[in-house]
């Protein structure tokens, strides 16, 4: 090759190399974050830190939907989880109601037309309203704020409700279907107990309230020492010392009427309303004391023993006021036939407070310590002396079989768990409870 055609290859080659330069330099894509931390899809860009390239914010970004910044797992993946966190903070307590929502329909496309559109045919068609369904709903309390929030049990999709600012509620109590909240906590100077009742506004169906709600309401009498609410949400009963004597309350929460029901001298109670016709009253309780339980009708205001003389008693009476589920000061379990006037023991160890019933009075779900500590109970635990382990168990209330169903440590995204506030939806397909340890609402998926 002579020395002229040499040097026109060079020169060509030349060219080519600058123009395919120019081309990488000036055609590099927009950075957008990639998987393993790499910016942009062209590898050269990876070599030459130089030209045009700039980041660019996302323009349509999520916005989370809890306090926390955790996103829960899909609907699809939430199918798969038998143990769930609900709440993204600790709680100061919750209620479960049923709630309408619009039912998802499996092929959408497939929808009539609305009114003065064609359908099939050429025919006008009229609208027709998207079909809608009942499902299990829960609202809790923010122990921090006092905000309400909430979600569907099935699906976990936490939102906040109202911006009431409450802070540092220590319980919480819902009721006339999630529409009325109790919250108590401690006034500046941590010595009175104050206790508001508030009424949430209406949602309605379809509704995005975009958490700013407002929660009105009143005040209960101060330093109310114990409160349940009736087995249909409509009602509490709640206690107050004056003097020297106990008194004791029910609260209608949409009309606001009260009627004095109990009155003693003893002011050392714990409080129950299993069903409209029994309020029961337990001595509370202590290792080294012998407690009793009452059983108050709201009606007629009567007031009854059921048994007593049991060392650190604590009870849990059944829907249909038969049975009682008590434990003593050795965490045993047994349950007391208020008919029949005789006791059975379980062979399970934990405290009646950390169970609930089944609708039935059938069976019973409680929260099973693995392992117990040597202590005086249940005041060490009261005290937080003592903190368990739990499992999940059933317990057949007629033949007293008790079957374990779950251990949270063993569970995908499980943890240790000390189970207090247990509750069940009204299809009995969820049990909801809070962790003692640190105040999160948890659901288990029955079904």
């Known amino acids: ?69 955790y996103e829960p797992p899909t609907e699809e993946e939430q199918s798969d989880i038998k143990l769930k966190k609900v709440s993204s903070s600790p709680v100061a307590g919750f209620g479960v109601y049923m709630k309408e929502r619009f039912k998802e329909i499996p092929n959408p496309s497939q929808t009539l037309p609305l009114s003065g559109e064609e359908g099939s045919g050429g025919q006008s068609a009229t609208s027709v309203a998207p079909p809608t369904e009942f499902a299990p709903a829960l609202r809790y309390v923010d122990r921090i704020t006092g905000n309400i929030y909430q979600t569907f049990a099935d699906i976990v999709d936490e939102r906040k409700f109202s911006s009431t600012v409450i802070p540092k509620v220590y319980e919480a109590f819902f009721g006339n279907k999630g529409e009325s909240v109790v919250m108590r906590y401690l006034k500046e100077g941590d010595k009175t107990i104050e206790t508001f009742v508030g ?25 109310i020492s114990d409160m349940s609410v009736s087995p249909d949400a409509s009602k509490i009963f709640y206690l107050f010392n004056t003097g020297n004597n106990a008194i004791g309350v029910t609260l209608a929460l949409s009309a606001g009427a009260k009627v004095q029901v109990f009155d003693s001298p003893f002011t050392e109670w714990t409080a129950l309303w299993p069903n409209n016709k029994m309020i029961t009253m337990t001595t509370k309780p202590s290792a080294n004391v012998p407690g009793f339980m009452y059983a108050i009708d709201p009606d007629k205001k009567d007031f009854s023993k059921v048994l007593g003389g049991i060392n650190g008693l604590t009870t849990l009476t059944s829907p249909n006021g038969k049975l009682v589920l008590y434990g003593d000061n050795n965490l045993s379990l047994g349950i007391f036939d208020v008919g029949a006037r005789n006791s059975s023991s379980l062979g399970v160890k934990t405290l009646p407070e950390k169970c609930v019933w089944g609708g039935g009075s059938d069976v019973i779900y409680c929260a099973v310590p693995k392992f117990t500590d040597s202590a005086e109970y249940p005041d060490a635990w009261y005290r937080g002396e003592v903190s368990f382990t739990d499992e999940i168990w059933k317990i057949d209330a007629s033949s007293g079989n008790a079957t374990k169903i779950l251990d949270p440590v063993s569970e995908e995204g499980g943890e240790e768990v000390d189970a207090i506030k247990l509750a069940l939806d009204e299809g009995q397909n969820y049990l909801l409870f809070v962790n003692k340890k640190d105040s999160y609402l948890w659901e288990l998926n029955l079904k």
């Open 199 to 223: 009424n949430i506004p209406k949602e309605f169906l379809g509704a995005d309230s975009a958490g700013m709600n407002e929660i009105a309401g009143s005040f209960l009498p101060e330093n």
């Open 1 to 69: 090759m002579s020395k002229r055609n040499l040097i026109l290859l060079i020169i060509i080659l030349a060219i080519i190399a600058v123009v395919a330069f120019g081309f990488f330099y000036f055609n590099q894509p927009t950075n957008t974050a990639t998987e393993g931390g790499n910016s942009g899809t062209n590898f050269i860009a990876n070599f030459l830190p130089f030209g045009k390239s700039k980041t660019t914010a996302p323009t349509d970004t999520a916005i989370p939907t809890d306090i926390s910044g």
